[in-house]
């Protein structure tokens, strides 16, 4: 059975709101039969992140981060029933997965920025979540030479890297 770290939560989302957030995470931990530790802190903005953490924890992981996203959504639910409005979001991560992914796509983001900088094409990439592109949105603003814009919709949206005009 998963085993909790109480820390301290900001004012927007108490103790007494995660409490069903990590009642049902350690529920489905079990039944699924994952030896996991969940421990909660908060980040900036009213961000809670509540982090899953063990060994073997690549299924709930899932392709690209598939299974998390889902399992994410359902703790997300579980939260908006308990916290009757209060601000303030979660985020859900297992074996430090979101790190690993941010900094993966920062040097990806990195390396076709370089790459667009110096051909002056635009580069269209697959599509991907709120979150993952605005990882690449946030990277590319740190870099001279390039900007970049959204396209598409739902599923199909993606960011595109161009060059920066007067480039």
Avoid: W
């Avoid at 399992?71 to 308990?82: D, I, P, Y």
């Amino acid at each position: 059975m998963a085993g909790h770290d109480e820390t301290e939560q900001d004012d927007v989302l108490t103790t007494e709101d995660l409490e069903p957030v990590e009642e049902f995470l350690d529920g489905f931990l079990e039944k699924a039969e994952f030896e996991a530790t969940i421990t909660r802190r908060p980040l900036d903005g009213g961000v809670v992140e509540v982090a899953i953490e063990g060994d073997d924890l690549g299924p709930l992981i899932g392709p690209r981060g598939q299974t998390l996203a889902a399992l994410q959504e359902l703790a997300r639910t579980v939260l908006q029933r308990q916290a009757r409005g209060r601000a303030g979001r979660l985020v859900l991560d297992v074996g430090g997965y979101r790190q690993a992914r941010r900094q993966a796509l920062e040097a990806f983001t990195r390396d076709v920025a370089a790459q667009v900088a110096e051909s002056g094409v635009a580069r269209v990439l697959e599509p991907m979540n709120a979150a993952d592109r605005k990882v690449i949105h946030d990277t590319c603003n740190t870099l001279d030479g390039v900007e970049t814009h959204s396209e598409g919709e739902g599923v199909d949206r993606r960011v595109v890297i161009a060059q920066s005009p007067g480039n």
